[in-house]
């Protein structure tokens, strides 16, 4: 049985003085109009100008290599300004998925020319990407992929779909997980490689997947004959499913995966005042221990992503009951808002925050991986399946 452990890890000092500067970063953007941050960040305008002065702060890819143009500062630092950012509403959507899984991935497993080609323009905020996994019929069982690729002269021809590509419709590239052999008995996972897809390459079509909210984030990626070169292959051809676990330890264990409907909580203690009623006081402080419990699983993740640690299951555990916790959220604030005594002015502002997060709370456990893969994972890391 695999051992399952949070290790106990606080922010060091420096942290909280790099917190500073991005706290007083964002608010000097909030002044300037660069966003609001009380409005959905999907059409945020001037979200390209905002990428390309976050990259100037040295806040994207702070962890790389300084050959490419990173920092090679620490995970834990790179959690403070990740944190800051979510709970600032930011419009981080340009540059976020590149900086937290895409780039370490291409770090790890690219040909140096693509590495030397495309990780200083993700640090310059100017590069967009999404990640083709899930499939229609396999969702997030990445080993059921059917979508192929087949070799041709200097490269490969794609055919197929991804589903629930989140923002596929404005990347620039995707790193895709696609079946190159068919599954072996003794290694289902055998046969998937993974592919640096530019998303203007002919023969690539985005459909979106409407959501309540009304905004397009989630797309179906048609391929069709598309001509992906050889030197876009990224790491083994055939044997991709190992550093698709592991990048997915990147994805899943960020506050990002317990702080999108973090708006709701806020909203309602600014709404309670000072001397809410005791019910009211006893919900928040529940809400409020969740989530710091969440908080301290996420930052121990990212000390064992800074050690060297692959915590795929401790990643998946967070995202979890991260997921859950944020999608019921607004729920518990609205049957704790009921409790107030809210002027007509209040409420209507209240009211329209608070339906703007139930209607993407569905979504949550979707992202990422769902509940119900996520459960696996976690099974097997305990040595029950």
């Known amino acids: 049985m695999s051992l399952i452990h949070f290790d106990a890890m606080r922010l060091p000092n420096h942290c909280q003085e790099l917190r500073k500067e991005v706290r007083a970063f964002l608010q000097s953007e909030i ?30 890819g702070m962890t790389w290599p300084k050959k490419y143009g990173g920092q090679e500062r620490s995970f834990l630092e790179r959690y403070v300004v990740t944190e800051e950012m979510r709970i600032a509403n930011a419009p981080v959507r340009r540059f976020f998925v590149a900086d937290r899984q895409s780039g370490p991935t291409l770090i790890r497993y690219a040909h140096e020319k693509i590495k030397q080609d495309v990780l200083p323009r993700i640090i310059r905020g100017e590069l967009f990407f999404c990640i083709g996994m899930s499939e229609p ?3 997030s069982d990445l080993f059921a992929a059917r979508t192929k690729a087949t070799k041709t002269d ?55 997947i409407g959501q309540m909210s009304g905004q397009r984030d989630f797309n179906e990626v048609i391929f069709e004959d598309a001509f992906i070169p050889d030197d876009h292959v990224i790491g083994e051809v055939d044997g991709a499913w190992k550093q698709a676990t592991s990048e997915l330890a990147y994805e899943r264990s960020g506050p990002e995966r317990f702080l999108e409907t973090y708006d709701a909580l806020l909203a309602l ?17 529940r809400l409020v221990a969740q989530l710091h419990t969440l908080r301290r699983m996420s930052v121990s993740v990212a000390g064992m992503l800074e050690a060297g640690r692959e915590p795929v299951v401790e990643a998946a555990i967070v995202k979890d009951l991260g997921t859950v ?18 002027e007509d002015d209040e409420e209507d502002a209240f009211r329209n ?16 991986g769902t509940t119900e893969v996520l459960r696996g994972i976690i099974a097997r890391g305990l040595g029950l399946r």
């Open 137 to 139: 019929n396999s969702g």
């Open 154 to 208: 200097g490269g490969w021809l794609i055919n197929g779909s991804k589903v629930w590509t989140s923002s596929a419709h404005l990347a620039d590239y995707m790193i895709g997980l696609f079946r190159t052999s068919s599954s072996i008995k003794e290694n289902r996972r055998h046969g998937l490689t993974s592919f640096l897809v530019d998303m203007k390459t002919r023969g690539i079509t985005c459909r979106p």
């Open 269 to 285: 203690t600014n709404a309670a005042g000072v001397k809410p009623d005791v019910r009211v006081t006893v919900g928040i402080g």
């Open 325 to 342: 916790w944020e999608q019921g959220l607004p729920h518990r604030v609205r049957e704790l808002a009921s409790l107030l005594d809210l």
């Open 31 to 60: 002044a300037a109009g660069t966003f609001d941050p009380d409005g959905p960040e999907v059409g945020a305008k001037n979200a390209d100008e905002f990428s390309r002065r976050v990259g100037a702060k040295g806040w994207i």
């Open 353 to 368: 925050k608070l339906d703007f997060e139930l209607k993407i709370a569905p979504k949550l456990t979707i992202q990422g």
